[in-house]
């Protein structure tokens, strides 16, 4: 088996067309009775695509997505078992990494019928659709990493300070009802005590650190889905969340993620808010879009970027407003925030040595801009105290 999954691969994996595909499938799918050893092997060699993978600093998430955009559900959930077969190796596994499980029992051979029964599929297809898949692994180039792949005696020790979970679930709640009103007033109170909390616990992070009391911390990285439609204005929108929870962004727009440099806790109020703002402008603009239909006009794309792109300038206009108005609520805090600014800074420079800047495009519609300024407007996340009103 290991000689027949060895040429299919050579045939199928480094050619552009489908010739090749065909080919290696047919070799893979020719006989019935060894098709079990054949998907054990295939198990097998996708485990050390996905390892390889990993060593070039990607991680199953990131994959993911790319799998999901250039194929289907089909080759998604082939990932997933690679994934699992591959973690299962190790005993623990580094923090944001993937909750796959290996679902077909301790004996691989039992994989490939099982599979056939899952995806409803004969073994051409099952065999065509893995081939796809390792084709898509075996091209991806190294990137960023953002922390340590399994087996790495560091993914062991290496653990962050998280946002009390008591804490977490209150913002969790609150950007939830946000989400759900469609109500703006109600929105925006929401989401302005789920920042408020966010930026009380940075704070407190801080100035236990500063102390020598905390954990001593290090910045850490996400990334974070990116993807299109409109991915330029939601990178707008990110970097903006971003930058109000005192961390970094920077976005890759060919592998549709941007990666997020910053304090553990940081990036997880950076996760959750950003999250929740996406769902609540893209509501505000299919609300504003029925409202230009009432109007006669018909709904366009020009409207939607618009309307996203004055969503995202404007709420980062806001939100920098108001981490700079928290800031300095307590100046005497001042100091272990800039520590704080400076070590970030320091470990976005350090893995982004060279970015380069993007011309944004497609704000051409005047009303999409204007609704999405007012859905920005309603939606703030700051504290109501002391708020100053920007300028308009």
């Not at 088996?1 to 050579?10: G, I, L, P, Y």
């Not at 969790?172 to 007033?185: F, I, M, Q, S």
């Not at 051409?364 to 309603?378: H, L, P």
Request: glycine letters at 8%.
């Amino acid at each position: 088996m290991v000689d027949v999954v060895r040429r299919a691969c050579e045939v199928a994996l480094y050619g552009d067309g489908d010739a090749g595909l065909d080919a290696g499938a047919s070799l893979l799918a020719a006989d019935g009775a060894a098709w079990g050893g054949v998907a054990r092997e295939l198990l097998a060699r996708g485990e050390a695509y996905v390892r390889q993978a990993w060593e070039r600093g990607w991680q199953p998430a990131d994959v993911q997505r790319l799998v999901r955009r250039d194929l289907d559900e089909r080759h998604v959930r082939l990932f997933a078992d690679l994934v699992a077969g591959e973690a299962r190796r190790y005993a623990t596994l580094p923090e944001r990494w993937s909750d796959a499980r290996v679902w077909w029992g301790e004996d691989d051979a039992a994989y490939g019928e099982r599979l056939a029964q899952r995806e409803r599929a004969n073994r051409f297809a099952l065999a065509t659709a893995v081939l796809e898949l390792f084709r898509l692994l075996i091209r991806l180039p190294g990137i960023e990493p953002v922390g340590p792949v399994p087996g790495d005696p560091a993914a062991d020790v290496l653990r962050h300070a998280h946002i009390e979970p008591r804490m977490l679930g209150r913002i969790r709640a609150l950007l939830a009802k946000a989400e759900a009103t469609t109500y703006p007033e109600e929105a925006e109170a929401l989401s302005a005590k789920a920042q408020e909390l966010m930026a009380r616990h940075t704070v407190d992070e801080a100035l236990l650190a500063a102390s020598g009391k905390g954990t001593a911390q290090a910045p850490a990285a996400c990334r974070i889905g990116v993807e299109p439609p409109y991915e330029e204005a939601k990178a707008v929108l990110l970097d903006a969340v971003a930058g109000a929870n005192r961390c970094r962004a920077v976005w890759n727009g060919a592998f549709g993620f941007s990666t997020v440099v910053g304090f553990e806790s940081d990036l997880e109020a950076v996760e959750l808010l950003y999250t929740s703002l996406l769902v609540q402008g893209t509501a505000a603009m299919t609300r504003a879009e029925a409202g230009q239909r009432a109007g006669g006009r018909k709904r366009t794309k020009t409207f939607r970027q618009s309307f996203l792109l004055a969503y995202a300038s404007r709420l980062g206009q806001r939100l920098a407003e108001t981490a700079e108005h928290t800031a300095a609520e307590a100046p005497d805090n001042l100091p272990a925030l800039v520590a704080r600014d400076v070590a970030v800074t320091a470990r976005a420079e350090e893995m982004f040595p060279r970015t380069t800047t993007t011309r944004l495009r497609g704000a051409s519609d005047a009303a999409g801009w204007n609704d999405g300024t007012a859905a920005a407007d309603r939606a703030h996340v700051g504290s109501r105290q002391g708020r100053r009103p920007l300028p308009r």
